[in-house]
T-cell receptor
Framework: GQNIDQPTEMTATEGAIVQINCTYQ??????LFWYQQHAGEAPTFLSY????GLEEKGRFSSFLSRSKGYSYLLLKELQMKDSASYLC?????????????FGAGTRLAVHP | GAGVSQSPSNKVTEKGKDVELRCDPI?????LYWYRQSLGQGLEFLIY????????KSGLPSDRFSAERTGGSVSTLTIQRTQQEDSAVYLC????????????????FGPGTRLTVT
């Protein structure tokens, strides 16, 4: 079956750095997405990794190790507005098309 | 440059009634997805459309759930004889092209419809 694990909740201090981990066991892996979702709002795209390594985009970076089935999202210089849920989603190619499998999300609370 | 829109934003219905949820994807997006998100949970895949056809309906929870898409654009998710466990936020997403392997066509999400079955 398909399985994606990420911590349920995390807390961090404004200005600090936080790393949100995601491990997956899927078949037909074809890339990994991170989405941000503020309470009551739609998920918005943050990053995409298909090859091993680190992708940096401003304060956010995402890392992938396909051999370990592992990814993390790194948030630097945390701001209060970064308080949100962060969803890890694996793209699998199955039956002739791509499909996203989502983890349950990590709720991040940033405090002063 | 409108994004994905959904209507209604909120729907309260009585148990046993039928409901229709609508999704207008981004113009030109060929792929459309429906997800369900229960409180504090991740996104549960329901159904995927490529054009007007649905190659994957595997996520639909029961035969009370159905969906269609017309003109390669608007989609409607219908839930018949609603039950309390159907209460959730129903999210629609679209992307440009779902068939090309290895290309990062991210999905753009609508604001969702919050369904409450009383």
């Amino acid at each position: 079956g398909q399985n994606i694990d990420q911590p349920t909740e995390m807390t961090a201090t404004e200005g600090a750095i936080v790393q949100i981990n995601c491990t997956y066991q899927t078949s037909g892996f074809n890339g990994l997405f991170w989405y941000q979702q503020h309470a009551g709002e739609a998920p918005t795209f943050l990053s995409y990794n298909v090859l091993d390594g680190l992708e940096e985009k401003g304060r956010f970076s995402s890392f992938l190790s396909r051999s370990k089935g592992y990814s993390y999202l790194l948030l630097k210089e945390l701001q209060m507005k970064d308080s949100a849920s962060y969803l890890c989603a694996v793209k699998v190619f199955s039956g002739g098309y791509n499909k996203l499998i989502f983890g349950a999300g990590t709720r991040l609370a940033v405090h002063p | 440059g409108a994004g994905v829109s959904q209507s209604p934003s909120n729907k309260v219905t009585e148990k046993g009634k039928d409901v229709e949820l609508r999704c207008d994807p981004i113009s030109g997006h060929t792929a459309l997805y429906w997800y369900r998100q229960s409180l504090g949970q991740g996104l549960e895949f329901l159904i995927y459309f490529q054009g007007n056809s649905a190659p994957d309906k595997s996520g639909l929870p029961s035969d009370r759930f159905s969906a269609e898409r017309t003109g390669g654009s608007v989609s409607t998710l219908t839930i018949q004889r609603t039950q309390q466990e159907d209460s959730a936020v129903y999210l629609c997403a679209s992307s440009f092209d779902h068939l090309v392997r290895g290309i990062s066509y991210e999905q753009y999400f609508g604001p969702g419809t919050r369904l409450t079955v009383t």
